[in-house]
């Protein structure tokens, strides 16, 4: 029997479901895959723009229109509504404003969209006016698209200038699309602006360990990659300085190539192991900055502090003593593939179905990633040395495991990349050290900067895309290639269940349920793509199969009929 909740637990659950809704109705929700050559439509725009002028762009002299309409309410600040006491009422208000706000300037132009916030909010003309005036930039490169055009020149031969990597939200400039992204100087990053933003992160993570574990984890597992450390100017390597205590120094030349040890009387915490493991882009992209990793970790082993407050320094000794390690051995913490090759290749052995234990899906993991990038004892350079166990011993002291999540575009079951490294990590350390690692994200662009969980990540992940109707119905706009993300997205849940266990089982109810036991609903996807049907009712049987979840019978029968039928159908395509 479940006990009767008094009223103001029933108050606390209400609030924190209400605060879960919100959280989902922020969500920038991709409705559709885009079409090359095609201008963004006008619900997509809003939605990106609306996004755009979420957050203060100092750089563009604009203002977040949701602060702006709050500060004109009186009703404290934005930011602070949403980090400490989320009113819905006044979130739906605020958001309301903006929303309305943006769609005039969409439906019309910017001047009606300001006098509109003048009159119903009383925000000043002024400020909102210079946020306008970069929504109407990006608007207007949203209504052009130049990809085609661009091809064409390519093709010819000719020159494109390449942009920013990043997305639309994060860095507006990245518009006009069509062309190649630009990497980033190294010795730039991590910028300031990436540092500062990285502290909040790091705190942010170390406080959730704290709150559930009751201390600080001795070793964190990080997962580095290129890409997002171009588009964020480096907040991974940031947040991994933030975790050891250390600060990065700028040469003559404005060059990041040495660390500042922060005191611990400043730090107010200890300092703690940060095993990193790369991405082969981030080792092709990045090699100043992984010396720069490198020598962060053994400034800190290096440091005369005590073993509680240092926990790079404690775990280097303990490994020097009992497995008679030299110190350069002991504190390597850089790690990626062999020079030349990418990729965990996790995500292919979970795709294929070609594994017997989860086990073997760390192993795999190891075997790919356990090249050294450090250094020897003469300070020579070592670059791709084979050391498996020197990352075995990293890894068995690792206590919990986390990767930035830098893009409003792409999620954690968006792509198979982020359960083979953050999911293959994981599982590696919870063979070694014989006990699952807390496995945190952060979601550090919202404008609430939030540590999540795994689980709560993928529950997240999952109402906002695959089980909402406005994402599937973007999809299956596409036709074919809907219904394969569909699929997709299901086989990449079905990877962090494979790697860290980390799916509900109701979610596999509710795939089954909307995508293949509604009938209509199965029909719609039958018709545009057999296969992929075929593909994601084989899924969901190996997720029973391996014991990720357990349906009733009917419901089993019923995902069996729909692949032995297929069988023959789709052998005839
Ligand atoms: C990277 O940017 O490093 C990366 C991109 C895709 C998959 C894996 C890594
Ligand atoms: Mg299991």
Redesign the pocket.
Known sequence: MKSKLNSIERDVRVMRLSEELIELEQRLIPTGLHIFGRAAELKEKQDLLRAVASFDRPEHGAHALPKLVAEALEIDSYDKLLQETPTSETIELVDGIVREAVQRFCEVDAETAVSWLNAKAGVDSEKSRATFSLLTRIAEQLDSNNEIESLLRALRGEYIAPGPGADIVQNPLVLPTGRNTHAVNPYSVPSPVAFSRAEFTANALLQRYHEEHGRYPRALALV???????KTQGEGVAQALWLLGVRPVRDALNRVTEVEVIPLEELQRPRVDVVMT?????RD?FAPTMTLLDKAVRRVAALDEPFELNYVRRNISENMTANAAEFDDAATRVFSNAPGN??TNVNFMVMDSQWDSEETLGELFVTRKCFAYSRDSSGRSVEGREARHLMDDALSRVEATYQNLDSFEVGITD?D?YF??LGGVSKAVETRTKSRPAIYLSDSLSPQTKIRSLAETVRLETRAKTLNPKWYEGMLKHGFRGVAEIENHVANTFGWSATADAVDPWIYTEISKTFLLDQAMFERLLELNPHSVRSLAKRLLEAHNRGYWNPDEEVLEQLHEIVGDLEGAVARV
């Open positions: 580095l990659w290129g890409l997002d450390n171009i790369v991405s082969g882009i981030f992209l990418y990729g792509v990349h083979e490294y």
